[in-house]
Antibody, heavy 123, light 111 residues
Framework: QVQLQESGPGLVKPSQTLSLTCTVS??????????WSWIRQPAGKGLEWIGR???????NYGPSLKSRVTISGDTSKNQFSLELSSVTAADTAVYYC???????????????WGQGTMVTVSS | QSVLTQSPSVSGAPGQRVTISCTGS?????????VKWYQQLPGTAPKLLIY???NRPSGVADRFSGSKSGTSASLAISGLQGEDEADYYC???????????FGGGTKLTVL
């Protein structure tokens, strides 16, 4: 059973870099069948896709955070990470990591999610 | 402002049928990209309910069904139960943004 677990500081100061790690157990991030994504959700608001990393290590990012985001993978630890620079209070949210699986229909969907980790940006 | 538009809330009595709509545009749903639906129970991570517009993953009750027409999609929940009270999100791909996009979410209240 594949499980994802986010980890990282729960409090980040404004203008600093938010860094989170997602540890994958029960499956390999280098498998060709999946993408791995970060998604965030401010309190009481909707979901925002941040970006994804492919098994090859290549990445795609959402347009609103593209200039500040880096997603990377560490196959030796079976982890992938998120860095978001120059954070402000608007970046306060629950951050989820998720697996994106190619479904039988050929489309991709977020089929497994981590439990989420709350990150607050405050001095 | 979400790229995909959902009504903020919907409600229904136990046993009733409700529908949740998701409206997009010619760069996402209208372009032929499929729609996924997720259920988010209070305090938990979202759960995949529907993929490929109409398909249910293994383990999802057949009370949940999806449809798509033009630039819109819908999630129908029949035989409403108290445990269905949750937030529901649609998701698709937008070619103009080159990004996966979500709707703003619809809160379902079971009366």
């Amino acid at each position: 059973q594949v499980q994802l677990q986010e980890s990282g500081p729960g409090l980040v100061k404004p203008s600093q870099t938010l860094s989170l790690t997602c540890t994958v157990s029960g499956g390999s991030i280098s498998s060709g069948s999946y993408y791995w994504s970060w998604i965030r959700q401010p309190a009481g608001k909707g979901l925002e896709w941040i970006g994804r990393i492919y098994p090859s290590g290549s990445t795609n990012y959402g347009p609103s955070l593209k200039s500040r985001v880096t997603i990377s993978g560490d196959t030796s630890k079976n982890q992938f990470s998120l860095e978001l620079s120059s954070v402000t209070a608007a970046d306060t949210a629950v951050y989820y990591c998720a697996r994106c699986l190619q479904m039988p229909s050929g489309t991709y969907a977020f089929d497994i999610w981590g439990q989420g980790t709350m990150v607050t940006v405050s001095s | 402002q979400s790229v995909l538009t959902q009504s903020p809330s919907v409600s229904g009595a136990p046993g009733q049928r409700v529908t949740i709509s998701c409206t997009g545009s010619s760069s996402n749903i209208g372009a032929g990209y499929d729609v996924k639906w997720y259920q988010q129970l209070p305090g938990t991570a979202p759960k995949l309910l529907i993929y490929g517009n109409t398909n249910r993953p293994s383990g999802v009750a057949d009370r949940f069904s999806g449809s798509k027409s033009g630039t819109s999609a819908s999630l129908a929940i029949s035989g409403l139960q108290g445990e269905d009270e949750a937030d529901y999100y649609c998701q698709s791909y937008d070619s103009g943004l080159n990004a996966w996009v979500f709707g703003g979410g619809t809160k379902l209240t079971v009366l």
